[in-house]
C-alpha cells in the first residue's frame, strides 16, 4: 500500500526522516507507479511528478512534521486540487424549461444515469420530461420508458424520425406536459465517429441544451482524454459524471478529464438502482487513487 | 527510457509513450523496456527500427505464448447435445451485443443456436436481446416475468436446449461489478444449474472487457474466473481509439486466450483475435 512505501521511504537511518533529494526521488517513483497503475493519464502524472517533486525540494527545511507524512500531504493536496471541486448544482433557467443533454462512450451509464437524474430532480420537486435520442441501439426507447414509467415521469420517443428532429420537438412536447425540465438521452458514440460527432454537434446547435454532461465510466483507462477532450471541443461541456464507482477500479480516469475539459464532476453514480447518484467529493476519490 | 546514445532519445521517449498510452500497465511497460536495454547492450538491436520489431515479438509471444485457443473461433465441443456458452462480464462491457455477433457468425457456418435471456434486471434487456434474436431468426428462451430468478431462465433453457438438440445455446446474464458478491453469487448459481443438466457444460465462459477499459480488467478476470474457468475473452470496442493493451497482461498474468475482438455495434463487427493485427494497431 503506498502509505507504507511512502513511509519507509522516509523513515530510513540514512534520511534521518527528513526530505532529502534521494528519498524524495524515490518516493515520486512509487508514486508515478500507483498513478499509472490507477489509470491516471501518462503524460499528467508526469507533470504531477514533477510539481510534487518541486515542491518537496523547496520544503526541505521543514522539521515539525515527520518527513513522509508532509510528503505524503503534499501528494495528496496536489491530488485533490487537480480533481476540482464538486458542484452537485444545476443552475435552472428561469425562462422556460431547462434543458440537459446527456452524451458519451458506448456503454458508459447514460441512459441509467437519465433515469436517475429524472429520480433527484422529481424528489426536488421538478417536472422533467425525458426525451429517447437514441434510435439505433436495440430497446433503447423501451429502456427509457420503462426507467420513466419507474421514477413515473414522462417519456418522449418518436418513431421514423431523426435525433435532431426528436429533440427540437421535445421542447415543444414540454410545453404541452408543463415540464421544467427536459433531459435528452443520446446514443453512446465513439469520439471519433466523425459522423455520429456532428450529428451530436447539430443537436447541440438546434436544441442549444443549457447544460451538457459527459458520462464516463470510471474503469477506463489511459484513452479517457481522448474521448474528453473530444466530446468537449465539439460541445462545450457543462460537467462530467463518473459512473460505476461502486466497483473497484482506481479511478485515475477522473483525473485524466478533469484535466484535459477543465469542467467539473457533478454527479457519481454508484449503482444500478434509481436513487444511486451522488455528489462528487475529490478528497474521496483522491484517496482511492492513490490507493 | 534511456539506452545508449546510439538510439535517438526522442524514439526512446516515443516508443515509451507507446507502451504507457496503451493501457499495458505499469509492470508489463517496465519489463519491455528492460528486455529492450539488454538486447541493445548484447547488440540483439542497433536501432529504431529493429527495437520496434523487437517490442512487437515480445508482445506477440505474450499474447499467443502457451495459448493454444488464442483467437479460435468458438466451435462445437459437445457432440452429443448442445454446446453452452455462457457470456459475462461488467456493465456496458458489450455482452448483449457480442452475443448477436457471435449467433450470426455460428448461423453463417451453418449451425443452429438458441438464446437465452436470462438478465431479468435491467430495463428492456430482454427486448434487446429480443430484437436480435427475432433479426437472426433464432428461437430465444425469456424470463416469465422481470425480476424472476435468472437461474430459472437458465434451467429452462438447458431443457429446452437439449429438448430441441440445437448445436449451441448461448445464455446472456446481466452485467454485474464483481465487487457485488449476491451478484457473483447468482452467477455462481446459474452456472451449477447448468452443471446439473450437463455435468461439462457449460462448455465455454467468455468474459467480455471493454476495449477502454483500464487496469482494473486484470480484476475482472481474477474475480470473474472465481465463479467459472474462463474459456477465453472478448475485448470490445477496439473501433475507437483505445489499444487494449491490458490483453497483454491478461495473458501474461491470467493465461486467458482472447477469442475475439468487437470493431462496431453491427452485427458483422466481430473478428477473430490476431496477435499480429493488434500489435501493429498498437503501433498505429
Ligand atoms: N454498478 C453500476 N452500474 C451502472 C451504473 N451506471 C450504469 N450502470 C449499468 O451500466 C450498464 C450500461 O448502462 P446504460 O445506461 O445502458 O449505458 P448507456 O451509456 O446508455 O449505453 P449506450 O446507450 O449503449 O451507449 C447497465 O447495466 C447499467 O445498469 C453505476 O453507477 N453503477
Ligand atoms: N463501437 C462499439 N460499440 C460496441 C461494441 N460492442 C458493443 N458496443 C456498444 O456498447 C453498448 C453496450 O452494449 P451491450 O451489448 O448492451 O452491453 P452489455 O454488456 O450487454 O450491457 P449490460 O447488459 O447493461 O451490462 C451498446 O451501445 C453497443 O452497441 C463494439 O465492438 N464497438
Ligand atoms: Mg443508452
Ligand atoms: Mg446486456
Redesign the interface.
Known amino acids: 500500500d503506498l502509505t507504507e512505501k511512502l513511509t519507509n521511504v522516509f523513515d530510513t537511518v540514512r534520511s534521518r526522516g527528513k526530505l532529502t533529494e534521494e528519498n524524495i526521488g524515490q518516493a515520486c517513483d512509487s508514486v508515478r ?1 500507483a498513478l ?4 491516471v ?3 499528467i502524472v508526469k507533470d504531477f511528478i514533477s510539481r510534487v517533486r518541486e515542491q518537496a525540494l523547496g520544503e526541505q527545511k521543514v522539521k515539525k512534521i515527520k518527513a513522509g507524512d508532509y510528503f505524503i500531504k503534499i501528494v495528496s493536496d496536489e491530488l485533490t486540487s487537480l480533481l476540482g471541486e464538486g458542484n452537485a448544482e444545476i443552475p435552472f433557467v428561469k425562462d422556460g424549461p431547462t434543458i440537459i443533454m446527456m452524451c458519451g ?5 447514460k ?1 441509467t444515469t437519465v ?1 436517475k437524474l429524472a429520480y433527484k430532480l422529481k424528489n426536488e420537486g421538478r417536472k422533467p420530461l425525458l426525451v429517447a435520442a437514441d434510435i ?5 426507447i ?2 427509457l ?3 420513466g414509467e ?1 421514477v413515473g415521469v414522462p417519456v418522449f420517443s418518436k418513431q421514423n424520425s431523426t435525433p435532431p428532429e426528436i429533440c427540437i420537438e421535445a421542447l415543444a412536447v414540454a410545453k404541452s406536459e408543463n415540464a421544467d425540465v427536459i433531459i435528452l438521452d443520446t446514443a453512446g458514440r ?3 465517429d466523425e459522423e455520429l460527432m456532428n450529428e451530436l454537434h447539430l443537436i447541440n446547435k438546434k436544441v442549444k441544451p443549457h447544460q451538457t454532461y459527459l458520462v464516463v ?1 470510471a ?6 482524454v ?2 474528453a477532450k473530444e466530446f468537449n471541443d465539439r460541445l462545450e461541456l457543462d460537467g462530467l459524471i463518473l459512473t ?1 464507482l ?5 479511478g ?2 477522473a483525473i485524466s478529464i478533469r484535466h484535459v475539459t477543465g469542467k467539473t464532476i457533478k454527479f457519481v453514480g454508484m449503482g ?1 438502482k434509481l436513487d444511486a447518484l451522488e455528489s462528487f467529493y475529490p478528497d474521496r476519490l483522491a484517496s482511492r487513487i492513490l490507493g | 527510457f534511456t539506452i545508449g546514445s546510439k538510439i535517438d532519445q526522442d524514439t526512446l521517449d516515443e516508443l515509451e ?1 507507446i507502451l ?4 499495458m ?2 509492470e508489463v511497460a517496465e519489463s519491455i523496456k528492460e528486455s529492450v536495454s539488454k538486447a541493445y547492450k548484447n547488440k540483439e538491436v542497433e536501432n529504431d527500427t529493429e527495437i520496434k520489431l523487437f517490442i512487437q515479438d515480445e508482445i506477440k509471444s505474450i499474447l499467443k505464448d502457451g495459448l493454444e485457443n488464442t483467437g479460435k473461433p468458438i466451435q462445437k465441443i459437445n457432440l452429443n447435445g448442445p454446446t453452452i456458452i455462457t457470456i459475462i462480464g ?5 455482452k448483449t451485443t457480442s452475443i448477436a455477433k457471435l449467433t450470426k457468425s455460428i448461423v453463417d457456418g451453418g449451425h443452429s443456436v438458441m438464446l437465452a435471456a436470462a438478465d431479468t ?4 434487456a430482454v ?2 436481446l ?3 434474436s427475432e433479426r437472426l431468426g433464432v428461437e430465444i428462451v425469456k424470463p416469465a416475468k422481470t425480476g424472476s430468478d435468472p437461474a430459472s431462465v437458465v434451467y429452462d433453457a438447458t431443457e429446452l436446449a437439449i429438448q430441441k438438440n440445437v448445436d449451441f445455446l448461448i445464455i446472456d446474464t446481466a452485467g454485474r ?4 458478491k449476491d451478484l457473483m453469487a447468482q452467477l455462481h448459481k446459474m452456472h451449477n444449474v447448468i452443471k446439473k443438466k450437463i455435468p461439462e457444460a457449460p462448455h465455454e465462459t467468455i468474459l467480455i472487457l ?1 476495449g ?6 486484470v ?1 475482472q478476470g481474477i474475480e470473474f474466473g472465481k465463479v467459472h474457468d474462463i474459456t477465453g475473452l472478448i475485448m470490445t ?1 477496439l ?5 487494449g493493451g ?1 490483453l497483454i497482461r491478461m495473458c501474461k498474468e491470467l493465461q486467458i486466450p482472447i477469442r475475439y475482438i468487437g470493431m462496431g ?1 453491427q452485427i458483422d463487427d466481430l473478428e477473430t483475435f490476431s496477435p499480429e493485427k493488434f500489435v501493429d494497431a498498437l503501433f498505429e
Do not use: C, Y
Open positions: 507507479k499509472i497503475e490507477a489509470d493519464n501518462f503524460t462512450l458506448q456503454g458508459s451509464g441512459t433515469g439505433q441501439r436495440p430497446a433503447a423501451e429502456q420508458h420503462v426507467l419507474q465513439l469520439h471519433v465510466d474503469m477506463i483507462g489511459q484513452d479517457a481522448n474521448s460505476k461502486d466497483g473497484d477500479s482506481r485515475g480516469a444500478e | 509513450e504507457l498510452s496503451s493501457d500497465g505499469f461488467v456493465n456496458g462491457s458489450g434486471f435491467r430495463a428492456a427486448e434487446q429480443t430484437i436480435w461489478l464483481h465487487t457485488q471493454d477502454t477499459t483500464g487496469q482494473n480488467a480484476v470496442k473501433d475507437g481509439s483505445a489499444k491490458v455495434e
